[in-house]
């Protein structure tokens, strides 16, 4: 039995709202709500970049390239810097666990295969 592509991604998806709330009110409870902001920021940000990215692979082989995609996708980091740097010089955001919610993501990958791993063996 195969698993299918975009049963994976929507599992990814749970996944990664699972962590960023999760993980959101953990630190909120743990360190105060600069953390639990710092870790949604993050999270959301981490997110974002992860739809992009599916975005671009899923429109890989259909059509021309379109330069305004290529330019957005690359200012997506300048956009991420930025937001770092506004966190770490005019807000009381923790910016330690804004980077820690850079991960949700991989999390969300290593659970899926995780998960894979385990379904295969039935």
Do not use: C, Q
Not at 25 to 45: E, F, K, N, P, Q
Not at 57 to 84: I, N, Q
Not at 91 to 105: D, E, N, R, Y
């Amino acid at each position: 039995m195969t698993v299918s592509h975009e049963g994976a991604m929507a599992r990814m998806g749970k996944v990664m709202f699972a962590l960023a709330g999760g993980g959101a009110v953990v630190l909120l409870a743990w360190r105060g709500w600069t953390w639990s902001a710092g870790w949604i920021l993050g999270s959301v940000a981490s997110m974002l970049n992860f739809h992009w990215l599916r975005r671009v692979t899923d429109a890989l082989g259909s059509g021309s390239p379109k330069e305004r995609k290529a330019v957005l996708l690359g200012l997506r980091y300048l956009l991420l810097g930025g937001g770092a740097y506004a966190i770490l010089k005019y807000t009381a955001i923790s910016l330690p666990a804004a980077l820690a919610g850079l991960f949700v993501p991989v999390a969300a990958v290593l659970i899926e295969i995780l998960f894979e791993l385990m379904y295969a063996r039935s």
